[in-house]
């Protein structure tokens, strides 16, 4: 082990170092605008035991700890000390950027300054990507070479153009092209093939290759949420026989854990839609173009490329009808009874391709094109299983459910999810012995994780919640609006005139922008459309979610300064806007989850089964979490200040609306009705942002 000041250093030095680092006047105290925060110090400290530990811990820190510094300075000494990898997994890039670019630098600056930590300095950091975001060169060069037979002349044109990037980049990562690059020509040339075999490519030349070798050699290597459980889903993660949870004896710190839940269910499950099945099986042989894999090198005669047409068309029909008897008037069907479709015909002409492809191989002229083609032998045969175990309804643990898909939802998809995945997720993260931490600012309902580690299989785990630093009682104020537009009881369709009319007022309550947060898009665009013709904004713009990009919407919501911008799903979560700019959020509808949704159901019917209250077990914490997201997005900064304004009267009027009014982090939470929003809220934001609020 490294020494500290010239002693031996085991796991038992970690957490008084850390309070070494953090404690006020400690060695952080050299970092540019450094400031002692208690709860970053108890959060570091923490992290310390669980990572020398072995053990696994819940932290719930409230925003403006300093979190990610609190887990990375212990990860990293122990990684550097202890020779292990520290893995840490984000939702979003915005994150993962943050780390990479801020954080990681201070860190090293800190360390190299500091004779005590000087020996950790030189740590190493790496930001791990699937392989279909590099670039194969090998594959491009066959791909350049038979181009004629794959390809059509846009296509043609696309390769060319990246053929030309591939000189000059020196990661070789699609993020890199500008337009991205298009995803159909990119599927040739990427480096997520099994046909790649490493040792035919001369030394260095590989892109991934070269990314990999940074990965194993790095101290630190970040990832993001879908990723990590993708792999661990393949069973790539570490073997049985090791400890670790990704990599042997690694350490991992899992970031904005909240939505781990959700990740796990989805990359845990399948969703295989009618016009991805015909891409994948369009690659083999596309019979409109009348190119594709089997049609290079002559390898295919005209009856095995009609095989392969036969099974698309085969697939076709299947989900065609499936559209027609399932999913006219519905987006969304859940399968209850097996052998709900006869997939006979699609299965069959899958089983023919599978044969095919098998002779293909057998007779390629060389090895890497038998892989290939091997290659979507495997991808044929996970189509044909995933058709199958929908239709057959094979897990009892799943909720299978069809769902309109495809341009305008003219074709379907087949989907299934585990019901529950604290199983799952007890055998892949916390079984491994290895440290596995699970950081977020919303993890605990009224203080308590309890139903966040039954959800992931974590009872075992110690848990932490550590209140934001931030004076709420000062910097905010909530308004719960007792006569705004209840839901119909009946249709659940909510009063967009009024909702409309509610936000164009509230909006010119404050100078600054406005976060209006939504349960549904229908109700979104409407009630966007209403605001916009009524000129209620005077002059303030009104941005709304899916008109632009999302990055572009809440850039120039943000440089903007007093826009408005109206949002669901993601929104909910993933803004950072500091400053006045965001000085309100309004809820507009209590963000329960649709109860109606497949996977919500059953997961419901399961609790009820086991004789608990699906509406307390289920559909309240979920909601709780995702409204302490919503009104999350206000106070980003110790400067920040402002107003959460809720629209849904429920909250005065349910049994559990107490409950939300807990989750608002500010005292200062009162009543108010529509006659009011001129005078005692206006007045009440008016001194928020005056000097005299102490604010300033
Ligand atoms: S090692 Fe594999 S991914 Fe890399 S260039 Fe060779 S074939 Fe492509």
């Given at each position: 082990m490294a020494p500290e000041g010239g002693e031996a250093f085991d796991g038992r030095d970690l957490p008084p170092l850390c309070e070494k680092i953090f404690c006020?006047?400690?060695?952080?105290?050299?970092?540019?605008n450094f400031e002692h925060r208690p709860e970053q110090e108890r959060m570091a400290y923490c992290c310390a035991q669980a990572f020398s530990g072995n053990s696994p811990l819940l932290f719930e820190a409230g925003t403006g700890v300093g979190k990610s510094m609190a887990y990375l300075v212990p990860g990293i000494i122990a990684a550097k000390r202890f020779k292990r990898q520290l893995v840490v997994a984000t939702h979003t890039i915005a994150l993962q950027q943050q780390i990479m670019e801020k954080d990681l630098p201070r860190i090293s600056m800190m360390f190299s300054n500091c004779e005590a930590l000087s020996?950790?300095?030189d740590f190493r950091a790496a930001l791990l990507l699937g392989r279909a975001n590099y670039l194969c060169p090998h594959r491009l060069k066959r791909a350049l070479a038979e181009k004629r037979e794959l390809f059509d002349t846009a296509e043609s044109a696309e390769l060319e153009r990246i053929a030309a990037w591939a000189e000059t980049t020196r990661t070789g990562l699609a993020e890199e092209l500008n337009p991205p690059p298009d995803p159909e020509v990119w599927s040739w040339v990427n480096a997520d093939s099994s046909s790649c075999a490493p040792k035919n490519c001369p030394d260095g030349s590989c892109f991934y290759q070269n990314a990999r070798r940074d990965i194993s050699s790095a101290d630190v290597v970040v990832l993001n949420h879908n990723l990590l459980f993708s792999l661990l889903s393949a069973g790539m993660g570490a073997g049985e026989d090791e400890n670790g949870v990704l990599f042997a004896n690694d350490m991992l710190v899992i970031d904005e854990a909240h939505l781990i839940p959700d990740v796990a269910s989805d990359a845990f499950g399948l969703s295989i839609s009618g016009p991805g099945i015909r891409r994948e099986l369009s690659r083999i042989y596309d019979p409109r173009k009348k190119r594709g894999l089997i049609a290079r090198s002559g390898l295919a005669e005209f009856r095995d490329k009609q095989i392969v047409c036969d099974a698309i068309g085969e697939c076709e029909e299947l989900f065609a009808k499936i559209k027609k008897d399932f999913l006219l008037s519905r987006d969304t069907v859940r399968l209850s009874s097996p052998d709900w479709a006869d997939v006979s015909g699609a299965a069959g002409a899958l089983d023919s391709t599978m044969r095919l492809l098998d002779t293909l191989a057998q007779n390629a002229p060389n090895e890497r094109l038998a892989s290939e083609i091997k290659d979507y032998r495997r991808k044929v045969s996970g189509i044909k299983n995933a058709i199958e175990d929908c239709a057959y309804l094979s897990d009892p643990e799943s909720v299978y459910w069809l769902e309109a898909a495809g341009a305008g939802g003219r074709s379907a998809s087949l989907n299934s999810a585990p019901i529950d995945v604290s199983g799952i997720l007890r055998r892949v993260l916390?079984?491994?012995?290895s440290p596995v931490i699970l950081t977020s600012a919303?993890?605990?309902?009224s203080g308590s994780m309890e139903d966040f580690a039954g959800r992931i299989g974590a009872e075992a785990a110690e848990s932490f919640v550590c209140d934001s630093p931030f004076d709420y009682g000062k910097n905010m104020r909530a308004f719960l609006f007792s006569d705004a537009a209840a839901p119909d009881s009946q249709t659940g369709k909510m009063d967009c005139e009024k909702t409309a009319a509610y936000i164009g007022r509230l909006a010119n309550v404050v100078r600054g922008g406005t976060l209006a947060l939504f349960t549904s898009r229908a109700d979104l665009k409407k009630t966007a459309e209403i605001l916009e013709a009524s000129g209620a904004l005077k002059g303030r713009r009104l941005y709304v979610q899916g008109r632009m990009p999302r990055a572009e919407t809440v850039r120039r919501f943000a440089e903007d300064a007093n826009a408005v911008l109206m949002g669901t799903d993601t929104f909910w979560t993933g803004i950072d806007v500091p400053g006045d700019a965001l000085s309100q959020v309004i809820i507009?509808?209590?963000?329960?989850?649709?109860?109606?949704?497949p996977l919500t159901e059953a997961r419901m019917e399961r609790a009820e089964a086991l004789g608990e209250n699906p509406f307390i077990k289920i559909s309240l914490p979920a909601a709780i979490i995702k409204f302490r997201q919503g009104v999350g997005r206000l106070i980003r900064s110790a400067r920040d200040r402002g107003i959460v304004c809720v629209l849904d009267p429920r909250m005065l009027t349910k049994s559990y609306g107490k409950n939300f009014a807990a989750a608002i982090p500010t005292p200062r939470v009162e009543r108010a009705r529509a006659d009011e929003i001129e005078t005692f809220v206006k007045e009440e934001a008016d001194y928020l942002f005056s000097p005299d609020s102490g604010n300033l």
């Amino acid at each position: 082990m490294a020494p500290e000041g010239g002693e031996a250093f085991d796991g038992r030095d970690l957490p008084p170092l850390c309070e070494k680092i953090f404690c006020g006047g400690g060695y952080a105290s050299i970092l540019p605008n450094f400031e002692h925060r208690p709860e970053q110090e108890r959060m570091a400290y923490c992290c310390a035991q669980a990572f020398s530990g072995n053990s696994p811990l819940l932290f719930e820190a409230g925003t403006g700890v300093g979190k990610s510094m609190a887990y990375l300075v212990p990860g990293i000494i122990a990684a550097k000390r202890f020779k292990r990898q520290l893995v840490v997994a984000t939702h979003t890039i915005a994150l993962q950027q943050q780390i990479m670019e801020k954080d990681l630098p201070r860190i090293s600056m800190m360390f190299s300054n500091c004779e005590a930590l000087s020996d950790c300095a030189d740590f190493r950091a790496a930001l791990l990507l699937g392989r279909a975001n590099y670039l194969c060169p090998h594959r491009l060069k066959r791909a350049l070479a038979e181009k004629r037979e794959l390809f059509d002349t846009a296509e043609s044109a696309e390769l060319e153009r990246i053929a030309a990037w591939a000189e000059t980049t020196r990661t070789g990562l699609a993020e890199e092209l500008n337009p991205p690059p298009d995803p159909e020509v990119w599927s040739w040339v990427n480096a997520d093939s099994s046909s790649c075999a490493p040792k035919n490519c001369p030394d260095g030349s590989c892109f991934y290759q070269n990314a990999r070798r940074d990965i194993s050699s790095a101290d630190v290597v970040v990832l993001n949420h879908n990723l990590l459980f993708s792999l661990l889903s393949a069973g790539m993660g570490a073997g049985e026989d090791e400890n670790g949870v990704l990599f042997a004896n690694d350490m991992l710190v899992i970031d904005e854990a909240h939505l781990i839940p959700d990740v796990a269910s989805d990359a845990f499950g399948l969703s295989i839609s009618g016009p991805g099945i015909r891409r994948e099986l369009s690659r083999i042989y596309d019979p409109r173009k009348k190119r594709g894999l089997i049609a290079r090198s002559g390898l295919a005669e005209f009856r095995d490329k009609q095989i392969v047409c036969d099974a698309i068309g085969e697939c076709e029909e299947l989900f065609a009808k499936i559209k027609k008897d399932f999913l006219l008037s519905r987006d969304t069907v859940r399968l209850s009874s097996p052998d709900w479709a006869d997939v006979s015909g699609a299965a069959g002409a899958l089983d023919s391709t599978m044969r095919l492809l098998d002779t293909l191989a057998q007779n390629a002229p060389n090895e890497r094109l038998a892989s290939e083609i091997k290659d979507y032998r495997r991808k044929v045969s996970g189509i044909k299983n995933a058709i199958e175990d929908c239709a057959y309804l094979s897990d009892p643990e799943s909720v299978y459910w069809l769902e309109a898909a495809g341009a305008g939802g003219r074709s379907a998809s087949l989907n299934s999810a585990p019901i529950d995945v604290s199983g799952i997720l007890r055998r892949v993260l916390f079984s491994g012995g290895s440290p596995v931490i699970l950081t977020s600012a919303t993890l605990a309902i009224s203080g308590s994780m309890e139903d966040f580690a039954g959800r992931i299989g974590a009872e075992a785990a110690e848990s932490f919640v550590c209140d934001s630093p931030f004076d709420y009682g000062k910097n905010m104020r909530a308004f719960l609006f007792s006569d705004a537009a209840a839901p119909d009881s009946q249709t659940g369709k909510m009063d967009c005139e009024k909702t409309a009319a509610y936000i164009g007022r509230l909006a010119n309550v404050v100078r600054g922008g406005t976060l209006a947060l939504f349960t549904s898009r229908a109700d979104l665009k409407k009630t966007a459309e209403i605001l916009e013709a009524s000129g209620a904004l005077k002059g303030r713009r009104l941005y709304v979610q899916g008109r632009m990009p999302r990055a572009e919407t809440v850039r120039r919501f943000a440089e903007d300064a007093n826009a408005v911008l109206m949002g669901t799903d993601t929104f909910w979560t993933g803004i950072d806007v500091p400053g006045d700019a965001l000085s309100q959020v309004i809820i507009v509808r209590l963000p329960f989850e649709n109860f109606k949704h497949p996977l919500t159901e059953a997961r419901m019917e399961r609790a009820e089964a086991l004789g608990e209250n699906p509406f307390i077990k289920i559909s309240l914490p979920a909601a709780i979490i995702k409204f302490r997201q919503g009104v999350g997005r206000l106070i980003r900064s110790a400067r920040d200040r402002g107003i959460v304004c809720v629209l849904d009267p429920r909250m005065l009027t349910k049994s559990y609306g107490k409950n939300f009014a807990a989750a608002i982090p500010t005292p200062r939470v009162e009543r108010a009705r529509a006659d009011e929003i001129e005078t005692f809220v206006k007045e009440e934001a008016d001194y928020l942002f005056s000097p005299d609020s102490g604010n300033l």
